[in-house]
């Protein structure tokens, strides 16, 4: 298992932050891929940006709750839930 460096994995966040894009696609770039990334660089990851399950968007965690959705999703989760 590769550990990436803690700048790649800031710049990694950089570049998925606020985009749809493919993080195996994006740790390619790196020379790596996601089966072979140490579990404790995907944590560190995790602590920057997190994809949401259900747009597949990438946000800073800090948009995350406990759940897997953003921000946007969960607000728009329960506006559709308030008019049944």
């Known amino acids: 298992m590769q550990k990436l460096k803690p700048e790649h994995i800031n ?26 990334v140490h579990i404790d660089s995907l944590a560190a990851l995790d602590e920057i940006v997190l994809c949401c399950s259900q747009c597949g968007w990438w946000s800073e965690s800090a948009d995350f709750d406990d759940s897997e959705y953003c921000k946007e999703c969960r607000e728009e989760n329960i506006e559709n839930a308030s008019e049944y």
Not at 25 to 30: A, N, V
């Open 11 to 36: 710049e990694l966040a950089e570049t998925l932050d606020g985009t749809c894009r493919d993080l195996d696609t994006e740790l390619e770039k790196l020379g790596t891929n996601f089966a072979t």
